[in-house]
């Protein structure tokens, strides 16, 4: 695949790939669950995904979702996504298409893909587009829309639907051509102002998240390797990054 490719093409070759419908992104009940299973379904493909919100495993550090939402590694052998868990679970379900389609260019990267941004090269924009496409194709777009007089009234249906967040419900409702730019970045202002004064969520339990962290399918095969004594139990809790006594958590 190239940037030549058709976006509409590009973004429905790849949901076929990792079979990932879009039945099923709609079914999910939560923007965690789509994540969860978008996840689950890339790395059944044998791409690693991983997610923090910290440096290492300092949950003082946190990582700054604006200097960096995500990176992918386009790796022959070991390609990886990395995802910043201190983002929004809808920022971070976009962030993990953008990077698949990283991946799917065979093209690494280090992405900032906020969709008002305004990307130097063509493989982000691109990527952009693809990701957008992905989650909320402009057919199945249009087909909602079909006997809605005001596209904007069904903002937040349609962001629960497609499990994103409303500025991308936001963005395809302006490339399906149902509103001017003008309207797009009024309506847009206003939900993101909405979000800066949304209070923040606690955080969670380190070992209860360090699963995540280290990609679930990266932890399995660790398990196996340790139980089988190809991998010293020293070694699995420092590629872990736990400290012995709490190894249970994850191991046990």
Not at 190 to 204: A, D
Request: glycine share 6%; hydrophobic share 40%; with cysteine.
């Amino acid at each position: 695949m190239n940037l030549s490719d058709p976006i509409e093409k590009a973004a429905l070759t790849i949901r076929q790939y990792f079979n990932f419908s879009l039945e099923v992104q709609s079914s999910c009940t939560t923007w965690a669950e789509t994540f969860r299973k978008f996840t689950e379904s890339i790395e059944a493909s044998g791409i690693l995904v991983m997610v923090s919100g910290v440096v290492g495993t300092n949950n003082r550090r946190k990582l700054n979702h604006q200097e960096f939402r995500g990176f992918a590694l386009a790796d022959k052998y070991a390609p990886l996504i990395f995802i910043n868990g201190s983002d929004t679970k809808a920022a971070q379900i976009f962030t993990l298409a953008h990077e698949l389609a990283h991946i799917w260019l065979g093209e690494s990267a280090l992405s900032d893909t906020s969709l008002t941004s305004q990307p130097s090269q063509k493989i982000e924009i691109w990527c952009n587009k693809v990701a957008a496409e992905f989650l909320v194709p402009i057919t199945a777009l249009k087909e909602y829309l079909a006997n809605r007089e005001h596209p904007l009234d069904a903002v937040y249906d349609l962001a629960r639907k497609f499990k994103v967040s409303t500025l991308v419900i936001l963005r395809r409702i302006l490339d399906a051509g149902y509103i001017t730019k003008n309207i797009f970045q009024d309506a847009y202002d206003r939900e993101l102002n909405i979000r800066i004064n949304r209070p923040k969520s606690g955080g969670g339990d380190f070992y209860l998240t360090q699963e995540v962290r280290a990609s679930r399918r990266f932890v399995q095969a660790l398990v196996v390797s340790t139980l089988e004594g190809q991998t010293l139990f020293r070694d699995a809790f420092q590629l872990l990054g736990i400290k012995k006594r709490k190894a249970r958590f994850v191991l046990g």
